[in-house]
C-alpha cells in the first residue's frame, strides 16, 4: 500500500494510519482553539480524619472529592466576609 503524499492533496490534511477503522489512514486537520485557564490545582495538607469526611460525602453527594473541597471553603469564605 502507498501512501498518500504529506500533506494529503486531496484534503489538505495529514494522513495517519487508522487503527481498525478499514481506511488505511485518517485526516488530521489543524484548527484553531482559544482556551483559558479554568482550574488550578492546589496541594494543601488535610488531615486524616477530614479527608475521610470529605470522601464519604463527596460519593454521598456524587461529586468529586475536589469540587466538594473548593464549594465547602467558598461556602466558608463568603460566610467569613
Known amino acids: 500500500m502507498s501512501w498518500p503524499s504529506w500533506?494529503?492533496?486531496?484534503?489538505?490534511?495529514?494522513?495517519?494510519?487508522?487503527a481498525g477503522s478499514g481506511q488505511p489512514w485518517h485526516v488530521l486537520h489543524?484548527?484553531?482553539?482559544?482556551a483559558d485557564l479554568r482550574n488550578r490545582h492546589y496541594e494543601i495538607p488535610?488531615?486524616?480524619?477530614?479527608?475521610?469526611?470529605l470522601e464519604a460525602r463527596a460519593r454521598k453527594?456524587?461529586?468529586?472529592l475536589g469540587r466538594?473541597?473548593?464549594?465547602?471553603l467558598?461556602?466558608?469564605l463568603n460566610a467569613s466576609t
Open 7 to 18: 500533506p494529503c492533496p486531496s484534503t489538505r490534511g495529514t494522513p495517519v494510519p487508522g
Open 30 to 34: 489543524a484548527v484553531r482553539v482559544v
Open 46 to 53: 488535610i488531615e486524616a480524619d477530614v479527608i475521610k469526611t
Open 61 to 64: 453527594a456524587g461529586v468529586t
Open 68 to 72: 466538594l473541597a473548593s464549594d465547602l
Open 74 to 76: 467558598r461556602r466558608q
